[in-house]
């Protein structure tokens, strides 16, 4: 019996698509502040996103060894962007910037809880 996922790298690509989102809004291009802004996000807890997405990261490569973490960090990630689409869904805010990067991220979140825990 293995201590490790299998397969292991749908965990490890949503764990590189989250570092690069949370290193990427450290200092945000346009469309991540378009996309806060437009959400109606305030300016003085964007960083808050930042330390809940590189936690997420931290989770998800820690549950490359311990099944459960990755488990509990993967769904913590979908939970996070039914948040944002919902938010995004609220504000009216469903231009490009929802169906790519929100939608487009959810879906890899689903895609990883799907091709790991349940196939």
Do not use: Q
């Amino acid at each position: 019996m293995s201590i490790m996922l299998d397969p292991w790298w749908p965990t490890a690509v949503l764990a590189l698509a989250l570092l690069s989102d949370a290193v990427m809004s450290v200092r945000p291009p346009a469309f991540i502040r378009d996309c806060l802004d437009g959400v109606g996000f305030p300016r003085e807890w964007w960083w808050t996103l930042i330390v809940i997405k590189m936690l997420a990261v931290v989770g998800l490569v820690a549950g490359i060894w311990a099944p459960g973490i990755a488990c509990a960090a993967t769904v913590g990630v979908v939970g996070y962007f039914v948040c944002a689409a919902a938010a995004h869904i609220r504000a009216r805010f469903t231009g490009t910037a929802f169906w790519v990067n929100c939608l487009g991220m959810l879906a890899l979140g689903l895609a990883s809880v799907v091709l790991t825990f349940v196939v």
